[in-house]
């Protein structure tokens, strides 16, 4: 399951990976916005976060103007490793090396045809583990060291 989040400037973007998602049969859920009316990004960050760490999520992405800030604020959510993205190599850098549980994207800054393509090469690339999780581990350890 991907759980979906925008705010009013990724609402667009969000519909359309929506829809990619339902036509290719990958079950996802929304979690808002539902239109352009202006939100605020952190709340559809953190409800997309939390889907994810508390597992009912396996994956997440989100969209805002940029990226940037709606993954600011899901990144706050201990055990979220969120990307933005803005090209397919990144894409598969975030999931090969990174193990990145949320995609960022940014509506204002990348095409809708550049958009699915990194969501494809996002779902379909898996973590290369070995040293990738070492670094990992150490990313976790900075969590755990401010989140007493
Ligand atoms: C909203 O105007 C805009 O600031 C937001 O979508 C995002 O780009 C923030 O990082």
Known sequence: MIALGSDHG???LKETIKAYLE?????CKDFGTNSTESV???????????AVVSKECEKGIICCGTGIGISISANKVPGIRCAVVSDTFSAQMSREHNNANILALGERVIGKGLALEIVKVWLSTEFAGDRHQRRIDKITDIEKKYNR
């Open 40 to 50: 605020d990004y952190p709340e559809f960050g953190a409800k997309v976060a939390e």
């Open 10 to 12: 990724g609402y667009n």
């Open 23 to 27: 036509e290719n049969n990958i079950p």
